[in-house]
């Protein structure tokens, strides 16, 4: 041992610390080490645990459903999407020229059951109650809007007068569609008939005045389904196909369309509307209330604008 400690010390090398003292040294050392890994491994744990915790939370919130979220992605604000699931999808539109089979209800000549669904499903439109909060998201002046009291409608004292701006552009749809009626009515076809009284279609469409100068309705109905059509998002490609019989490529107008349940829709907005005949009878006018301007009501006026 003594030589070995002399040569060690010839060579220059001189050990700092015993042997003894340096086993207990790298013991020591070994010990520091063993309980910082120990730390270290329960703080990973816990944040392994937080993590994973926080990818289920998320994950949950993420798998509840939001209502009709797709057309909220695309619309501007509506009540309905809170009301109702419109079960958005993907569907096919015909656009077959001369289609085989049941035919819509648009493409139906007329006929009492046809007309039935017209006049009381399709261009018929009811009055809604909805929130003074919801006119304001909708970006309009709830002071003008009419109000359905409390003590007449049982509804509280936040309930106002509002409609589905859909089947108003069906009403025009159809006032489109009653002048081409001459066209069957000349073949022998029966006109289609107007199931509910003027009464009523007009007061519910909010113009008691606009079948007394149907120039202007036609031409206002016109003018509504063109901006409407104008500013959907619609831009779907319509193919044009070699077809039997036919020199030119012809188009296939069945194109695939993203559609709500249009006839779960129907059924909930005679649900969710209030009683017609009692809206009719009540929903005049009181003195006091704040009006909003009227536009030009002067059918004289209107045309000499547009010459």
């Known amino acids: 041992m003594v030589v070995q ?5 010839f060579r220059g090398y001189v050990p700092l610390v015993s042997a003894t003292t340096a086993s207990a040294g790298t013991a020591h050392s070994n010990g520091r080490w063993s309980r910082a890994f120990i730390v270290m491994s329960i703080s990973n744990m816990v944040l392994f645990l937080m993590t994973a915790s926080m990818m289920t939370s ?3 919130r993420s798998q509840k459903r939001v209502l ?8 501007s604000y509506t009540p309905i999407y809170d009301m109702i699931d419109l079960e958005p999808s993907i569907r096919r539109i015909n656009g077959t020229v001369m289609p085989a089979g049941k035919l819509s209800i648009a493409r139906q000549f007329p006929n009492p059951a046809a007309d039935a669904i017209w006049t009381q499903d399709i261009e018929l439109i009811r009055p809604i109650p909805v929130t003074r909060e919801q006119i304001i998201k909708m970006g309009k002046d709830p002071d003008t809007v009419a109000k359905l009291e409390d003590d007449v409608w049982g509804l509280g004292d936040d309930a ?3 409609a589905l701006d859909l089947f108003h552009n069906l009403h025009c749809l159809n006032v489109v569609l009653d002048p081409l009626s001459s066209i069957g009515a000349s073949s022998g076809l029966k ?3 107007k199931g509910v009284d003027l009464l009523t279609r007009t007061i519910t469409a909010d113009a008691t005045k606009e079948d007394s100068m149907p120039e202007i309705h036609l031409n206002h ?3 509504i389904l063109f901006q409407h059509i104008s500013c959907s998002n619609n831009l779907n490609l319509v193919t044009r196909h070699w077809t039997e019989g036919l020199e030119y490529p012809f188009p296939d107008f069945s194109i695939q369309a993203h559609c709500i349940n249009f006839e779960k829709l129907t059924e909930w907005h005679k649900e969710a509307s209030v009683d017609l005949k009692k809206y009719l009878r009540v929903m005049k006018k009181p003195p006091g209330v704040k009006e909003r301007l009227t536009e030009v009501w002067h ?9």
């Open 58 to 60: 998320l994950g949950i």
């Open 191 to 193: 006109i289609r008939g």
């Open 221 to 223: 109905c016109v003018d």
């Open 299 to 307: 059918p004289e006026e209107w045309f000499e604008r547009q010459n």
């Open 68 to 75: 009709n979220a797709e057309l909220r992605a695309t619309s």
């Open 160 to 162: 106002y007068v509002a």
């Open 5 to 9: 400690d002399f040569a060690k010390r």
